[in-house]
């Protein structure tokens, strides 16, 4: 009997793991996957999270457990140097991987554009950690507001889907806190979203732009477009025009660059914001043996938007051709099948996109129905990993009993 085919993927987010699960049924194929973190969670639910209208359990699911199920090794680490010659990959609890087959999921990060003062200055939700810490400053910060006798001074940069929904969120946050209300948000909370382009939501329609950005003002959230931040500090943050927006909790969720850890790849192609260049197959461009999936990799032929639903379609196929290519066999190109996309603004609105031109939602009914499709998506990918029932079974709690979040009130 041949040995088995050494397949390690880097990092398991949403297509890390669609791409694990799937080959690590295979009995010809020893699979590891490595992370930084002990659990998986659905990135584009990291807003909630930060807000604490979501919580771990239920929601946070142990690698330990999906390796168990789905027959793969997990460790929990991070890759420091990557060997294309002897096919190695070192991590950083200095463990050595040897491979036959690399997977890059490494998924990406907010870009400071190398902005003086954002990164020391700004919060970051680009993992789960980040946005527990999130949650933990939001909740100091109010209460050290309220206690004063002042408003919380909040400043978000990015008006994109995560910029826009957290915005809302922090708000649905202190309107459901035990001891706040929505009395307490109107009265105790002076937030500021900040876009440098001219309207937030650029991927929608420009009318679900307008009308996200009437439902934040009516949340009591100023909406700045055309608005350049070229600094921060303690105090807030600077824009092009001179003027100095205050901010005592500043959340910087603007852009989309690769994980730091795609520079580990010498001789690979890499963008301008560090993505992996891949052929239609997935594999790199200089390297069959290593493929990049989700926000890390870009197709030139092809460009896909970097979205989790994009990185599921793209692990799942890696799941299905590489079996494929360790046979001898030429796979069909990846074909990304658009499905729309969804924002949901906490309980209080949601928009959905079928295409360029047409979208839906907006108002108690449709908003309510573009929000369900938003858990849809989440839920359907998280019935795959643990299952109908426990889905189900935390879905409904969920919805019997939400999450109040602890403010401190």
Known sequence: MSAATRVVVLGGGVGGLEAATALGRRGNISLTLVDRSPVHYWKPSLHEFAAGTMQHDGNCIPFTETAAKFGFSFT???PTAIDRTPQTVTLENGSTLPYDYLVVALGSRANDF???????????????????????????ALQTARA????????????????????????????EAPGLGVSVRKTGLDAVLIETGPRILPAFPEAVSEAAAAQLE????????????????ENGFNLKSGEQIPATLRIWAAGVRASDATALFDGLERGRAGQLGV?????TTEDP???????????????????AQAARQQGQYVGRVLPQIIAGQTPAPFVYNDRGAVVALGDYNGWGMLDANRSFGGGLLSGL??????????????AGIVGLVKTASTT???????VKPDLGA
């Open 76 to 78: 929990q680490s991070v």
């Open 114 to 140: 190398g902005i003086p003062g954002i990164v020391e200055h700004c919060r970051f939700i680009d993992s789960l950690n980040d946005a527990d810490t999130l949650y933990s400053e939001f909740r100091k």
């Open 148 to 175: 004063a006798g002042q408003k919380l001074s909040l400043g978000i940069v990015g008006g994109g889907a995560t910029g826009v929904q957290l915005a809302a969120e922090l708000c649905k946050a202190i309107d």
């Open 218 to 233: 009516k949340l009591g959230i100023a909406v700045r477009t055309g608005a350049m931040v070229v600094g921060a500090d």
């Open 279 to 283: 052929t239609q197959t997935l594999q």
């Open 289 to 307: 043996k290593i493929f990049a999936i989700g926000d890390c990799a870009r197709i030139d032929a092809a460009p896909v938007a970097p979205t």
């Open 369 to 382: 129905f573009a929000r369900l499709i938003h858990e849809g998506l989440y839920r359907q990918h998280q």
């Open 396 to 402: 409904v709690r969920e919805h019997l009993s939400p």
